[in-house]
T-cell receptor, first 114, second 113 residues
Framework: KQEVTQIPAALSVPEGENLVLNCSFT??????LQWFRQDPGKGLTSLLL?????REQTSGRLNASLDKSSGRSTLYIAASQPGDSATYLC?????????????FGTGTRLTIIP | EAGVVQSPRYKIIEKKQPVAFWCNPI?????LYWYLQNLGQGPELLIR????????DSQLPKDRFSAERLKGVDSTLKIQPAELGDSAVYLC???????????FGPGTRLLVL
């Protein structure tokens, strides 16, 4: 059974700092990995999707890396802003006889201090 | 382009009462998902539809939960009867097809008293 762990559970950093969020997964046979953002009381927004054959993806100030063999991914946020405050969730997709399953981590609650 | 629409946004009911949630996916998205999210946890899949067919309902507690997507567009998730432990956020998501990026609705926050 795939298990996804995110460390730390919560993180507070001053505005302007660069930061890294970590995600690890137990089964390396994944199809892809996604990073989502969730604001309080709202649904999830997909930030980056990395296919299993890729090593990283970039979007603006966000960079996500994937090391499938070690079961790890990181989300790097450059020059953090108060608007980046949210919960960040990592999710991996595995497939089993045509059935896809998206397994989420418990998230990292990020607070950017102005 | 309109996103995934869910209603109601909030629902408070007493235990043993029935409740229903509605979801309208993004136009053209064939795949629809219902997730359950408990406080401080990531979403967990309840059921996945490909058009009108439920292709994965292995995590749906079928003794009290049911879902339908009759015309392959919007969907309804029902709980009958509701229990205290059902208090959670119910999220709906859609995608063009399996393995594509999923787009989530704002969720329905259920409180069972």
């Amino acid at each position: 059974k795939q298990e996804v762990t995110q460390i730390p559970a919560a993180l507070s950093v001053p505005e302007g700092e660069n930061l890294v969020l970590n995600c690890s997964f137990t089964d390396s046979a994944i199809y892809n990995l996604q990073w989502f953002r969730q604001d309080p009381g709202k649904g999830l927004t997909s930030l980056l999707l990395i296919q299993s054959s890729q090593r990283e993806q970039t979007s603006g100030r966000l960079n996500a890396s994937l090391d499938k063999s070690s079961g790890r991914s990181t989300l790097y946020i450059a020059a953090s802003q108060p608007g980046d405050s949210a919960t960040y969730l990592c999710a991996v997709t595995t497939t089993n006889f045509g059935n896809e399953k998206l397994t989420f981590g418990t998230g990292t609650r990020l607070t950017i201090i102005p | 382009e309109a996103g995934v629409v869910q209603s109601p946004r909030y629902k408070i009911i007493e235990k043993k009462q029935p409740v229903a949630f509605w979801c309208n996916p993004i136009s053209g998205h064939n795949t629809l998902y219902w997730y359950l999210q408990n406080l401080g946890q990531g979403p967990e899949l309840l059921i996945r539809y490909e058009n009108e067919e439920a292709v994965d309902d292995s995590q749906l507690p079928k003794d009290r939960f049911s879902a339908e997507r009759l015309k392959g567009v919007d969907s309804t998730l029902k709980i009958q009867p509701a229990e205290l432990g059902d208090s959670a956020v119910y999220l709906c998501a859609s995608s063009l097809d399996t393995l594509r990026t999923q787009y989530f609705g704002p969720g329905t926050r259920l409180l069972v008293l």
